[in-house]
């Protein structure tokens, strides 16, 4: 039994764990699950409110209460104010969110605070839209904006979040952050001009960084109730030039260089290969270097040569009208493809019809899907990695190879040195080879920094082949 000194603690240890039960934070049981999203439904200082620059605190109440927890990122990150005139401090207050700046407001700014729809209540419903409003410590609101897009140049692609500034005269910031679609906009801006400039802050030290993706737009001006559109491209900085990463045969007299760095898409070609030879015997010669996109137009002139060259032997047999067409010749108005390219070249013939061009990083010729893009939206191209080679003839599987290129410059302006490309071709192609180890320069260091490269394809006949060394 028990004795009475040992009862009176054991009750109360229950009474503690019961009141701790009580405190815990948790969704009340019963009644049907909360699906709705907070909803902001006041703010302080009021919208297009005028009021003297002082340490007020704004302040954003919410129609229930609110998790300390975001969605993403950090509750600082969740209030952006613009400009940026001193560090932001958001706390968490039950149903609302109060925002101070270091050093309080400034006096003749109009601000403008922005709430990311990363807020959520307790039973994790996130707010569904982005809110903004504005007020002033003296100017006017001019009813004004610059908006507009951010995209990848490698990949043609908008980039979401990412910051936005519009760098004033007096370098004073004003900032934005792209959506989901890379768009962004800035409202009720100062008159003058602005020098717009976007990175992502992954790091979170307020600065653009070499591993972060970032871009310069044009300097614009901008009146009182002009809206200003533009758009730039942002991509990872790259200090390193172009090399050789392989060397693949897509077909006996057609070889495909692939570059650890998306090449530009306007340079010219022209002279590019210095020569090629192999370790022994005869080498045919390079007949024209291509583009990426270049070989895509051509390949697909060359099916549609093709595709009318069988219809209309089909049409004469079924009609027994006429005989069919000396090979090699296309049907009357019909492209004969690049001055200089043979029609006939094993290339494009063995290439399966595609449904359109090819996008960045996949094998010359293949299919892709219906919504690649070809051009960036201010109308430069997309960039590639590759080059294609057109042979005067057929090379020979299981031989070594080399290529000799002159400077060749990448998407981000670095020009290669002069080098020289050794590769071996496999026996059978539908058998992949192990790279030629021994040829490598154990000097030649891959180029890891900055732009994205496409991944490896194993597709097709095409296999790896070699590296770039510097002569």
């Not at 910051?163 to 890379?182: H, I, K, M, N, Q």
């Not at 020009?415 to 059978?428: I, K, M, N």
């Not at 732009?451 to 095409?462: C, I, M, S």
Request: aromatic share 6%; glycine share 8%; net charge negative.
């Amino acid at each position: 039994m028990l004795s009475s000194r040992l009862l009176l603690p054991l009750g109360a240890a229950a009474l503690t764990a019961a009141v701790a039960a009580c405190a815990r934070e948790a969704a009340p049981s019963g009644g049907p699950a909360d699906r709705r999203p907070p909803v902001i439904v006041a703010v302080r200082p009021d919208t297009f409110a005028r009021l003297e620059a002082d340490d007020a605190t704004i302040r954003i109440e919410f129609d229930e209460t609110i998790s300390e927890n975001v969605a993403s990122g950090t509750l600082d990150q969740a209030v952006a104010v613009s400009p940026q005139t001193g560090e932001v401090d958001v706390q968490h207050k039950g149903n609302a969110l109060e925002v101070k700046i270091e050093g309080g407001l400034r006096s003749g700014v109009v601000y403008r605070i922005t709430v990311a729809p990363v807020v959520q209540d307790r039973f994790n419903n996130t707010m569904l839209d982005p809110f903004e409003w504005v007020f002033s410590t003296g100017p006017d609101f001019q009813r004004n904006a610059i908006a507009g897009e951010v995209w990848d140049r490698v990949t043609g692609e908008p980039v979401p979040s990412m910051s936005v500034f519009a760098l004033s005269e007096d370098s004073v910031p004003y900032v934005a952050r792209t959506d989901s679609l890379g768009l962004f906009v800035m409202r009720y801006l100062p008159l003058g001009r602005y020098r717009l400039r976007s990175y992502d802050d992954r790091n979170l030290n307020g600065e653009p960084d070499p591993f972060e993706m970032q871009g310069e737009g044009e300097e614009r001006a901008l009146g009182a109730v002009d809206t200003v559109l533009t758009s730039f491209w942002v991509m990872i900085p790259d200090t390193t030039p172009p090399q050789l990463a392989r060397g693949e045969k897509v077909d006996s007299t057609t070889v495909r260089l692939v570059f650890d760095d998306p090449l530009d898409p306007e340079q010219s070609l022209e002279g590019l290969v210095r020569g090629m030879y192999r370790d022994s015997g005869d080498t045919p010669g390079v007949l024209r270097a291509l583009h990426a996109w270049e070989y895509r137009a051509y390949a697909d002139s060359v099916r549609e040569v093709r595709a009318a060259e069988a219809e209309a032997e089909r049409a004469a047999e079924a009609e027994a009208a006429a005989e069919p067409s000396a090979a090699g010749e296309p049907p009357p108005g019909l492209p004969p493809g690049p001055p200089g390219v043979p029609l006939d070249t094993a290339a494009a013939a063995a290439a399966e019809p595609a449904a359109g061009p090819t996008p960045p990083g996949t094998r010359p010729g293949a299919r892709q899907p219906p919504e690649a893009r070809e051009f960036l939206p201010d109308g430069q191209r997309i960039p590639d990695p590759e080059l294609v080679l057109l042979l005067r003839g057929p090379i020979e599987g299981g031989a070594l190879y080399t290529v000799l290129l002159n400077p060749l410059r990448n998407v981000a302006g670095i020009v290669s040195e002069e080098g020289e490309g050794v590769y071996r071709l496999p026996e059978d192609p539908q058998r992949p080879e192990p790279a030629d180890s021994a040829a490598a320069d154990s000097t030649a260091v891959p180029d890891t920094a900055g732009v994205r490269t496409a991944p490896p394809d194993t597709g097709g006949v095409a296999r790896p082949l070699g590296v770039l060394r510097r002569r």
